[in-house]
């Protein structure tokens, strides 16, 4: 469904280069279609003045800043809270119990909250940016979305075996 989403947006917005006012439906058209076109002459002066600013700036602006998922840091954080809460649990509760050092409290909450957490977050960004690079193609078929996504499960299983082999290592 991601991908199917973002190939929605990434369509709706090439569509804007086509825009033509007169197709647009709207849902009461006997009032709101004179009501809208009468608030449009007023702000762009004419209705082709409003087509050519949704066929130019506003579909450029439209592909700069939805060409790609820029989500801000804090959503990536929000995602992996699940799995950074449960070993803030787990450390606190060995913390509590008084019978465990410190040291290893503090050396399991980093090893296995933070670094996975971190692993977590890493994983994310790049099932986003493998999906939104998915997405850009206008073809679609089941083999093609099969393969797309065992590439995408064989990317998040190396990062996960990455982080498993440098967990043993460290």
């Known amino acids: 469904p991601l991908k199917f989403l973002w190939a929605q947006k990434r369509r709706a917005i090439a569509d804007l280069a086509d825009f033509t006012l007169s197709e647009v439906v709207c849902g009461n058209e006997s009032f709101d279609r004179p009501f809208v076109y009468s608030a449009i002459n007023g702000w762009y002066g ?35 809270s699940p799995n950074f809460g ?7 509760a060995m913390w509590r119990c008084d019978k465990i050092p ?53 990317a998040i299983s190396g990062i996960v075996w990455g982080h498993r082999q440098l967990a043993e290592f460290c």
């Not at 003045?49 to 700069?64: E, H, I, K, S, Y």
């Not at 449960?86 to 606190?92: H, N, T």
Request: proline fraction near 3%.
């Open 86 to 92: 449960r070993y803030l649990d787990y450390s606190l």
């Open 102 to 154: 410190n040291d290893f409290v503090w050396s399991y909450f980093l090893a296995m909250g933070l670094s996975r957490g971190g692993v977590m977050i890493i994983a994310m960004k790049v099932i986003f940016l493998l999906v939104d690079f998915f997405s850009a193609s206008p073809r679609v078929s089941v083999a093609r979305t099969c393969i797309q996504t065992s590439i995408i499960v064989m």
């Open 46 to 80: 004419s209705l082709e003045a409003f087509t050519d600013f949704v066929r130019g700036p506003l579909r450029q602006d439209l592909l700069n800043e939805f060409s790609t998922i820029h989500l801000p840091f804090a959503y990536y954080f929000l995602m992996a």
